[in-house]
């Protein structure tokens, strides 16, 4: 079983930028579709990101679109949201997620395996 853990959220002003890791345990990820997705406090899980495995093929919400960028490492197990331009509208938990089965999709329920989540707050 694969097991995502994030980490980089923390504080920053609005138009600062905040790099987020997904580092995965267990098993490879290099096969699989992975992305990010946001959760603000009373809201539902809105999707980010997403990269497929071949790394050529990536998909943003047009809220992000321009202003962060998704990658992954298959050597390293790792994907990593550079985000740039933050705004304060931007602040949510942000989690990572594997999909098992299956193309970039935006739709949460599409995803497998969830990260924990690290707290990305950005103040206006």
């Known amino acids: 079983q694969v097991q995502l853990v994030e980490s980089g959220g923390g504080l920053v002003q609005a138009g600062g930028s905040l790099r987020l890791s997904c580092a995965a345990a267990?098993?490879?990820?290099?096969?699989?579709?992975m992305a990010w997705f946001r959760q603000a406090p009373g809201k539902d899980r809105d999707f980010v990101a997403a990269?497929?495995?071949?790394?050529?093929?990536?998909y943003y919400a047009d809220s992000v679109k321009g202003r962060f960028t998704i990658s992954r490492d298959n050597a390293k197990n790792t994907v990593t949201l550079q985000m740039d331009g933050l705004k304060f509208e931007d602040t949510a938990v942000y989690y990572c997620?594997?999909?098992?089965?299956?193309?970039?999709?935006?739709?949460?329920?599409?995803?497998?395996?969830w990260g924990q989540g690290t707290q990305v707050t950005v103040s206006s």
């Open positions: 997620a594997l999909r098992t089965a299956g193309g970039t999709s935006p739709y949460a329920v599409h995803y497998d395996i």
């Open positions: 267990g098993r490879s990820i290099r096969n699989y579709v």
């Open positions: 990269i497929s495995w071949t790394v050529d093929n990536t």
